[in-house]
Nanobody
């Protein structure tokens, strides 16, 4: 079983930057993916970004492209989300997620992920 521990987040003014980190422990598959989702206040959880270690491919939700960068170290089982140019609409609880299979067609779907972090609050003020 995989456990995820997140760190980072906080309060920042619009235009600022924050960095989220996530460390996975336990038995990970050889072809796993890691991703970030977020849940804005009063809304459903939504896909933000993910990384497929094989080939180093990254995927982003359209509204964060060019502002957010997902990166990490497969062998250390860590993933980061660098968030620049933050907007008030980015305010949400951010969740790290682990998926055992790198299936591109489902990489933005929550059901592709089997373990979740505890959540990190990101608040962007105007």
């Amino acid at each position: 079983q995989v456990q995820l521990i997140e760190s980072g987040g906080g309060l920042v003014q619009a235009g600022g930057s924050l960095r989220l980190s996530c460390a996975a422990s336990g038995s990970t598959s050889r072809t796993y993916i890691m991703g970030w989702f977020r849940q804005p206040p009063g809304k459903e959880r939504q896909f933000v970004a993910s990384i497929r270690w094989h080939g180093g491919h990254t995927y982003y939700e359209d509204s964060v492209k060019g502002r957010f960068t997902i990166s990490g170290d497969r062998y250390k089982n860590t993933v980061n989300l660098q968030m620049n140019g933050l907007e008030t609409e980015d305010t949400a609880t951010y969740y790290c997620a682990y998926g055992p299979y790198a299936i591109v067609s489902s990489i933005s779907r929550q059901d592709a992920y089997t373990a979740w972090g505890q959540g990190a609050q990101v608040t962007v003020s105007s």
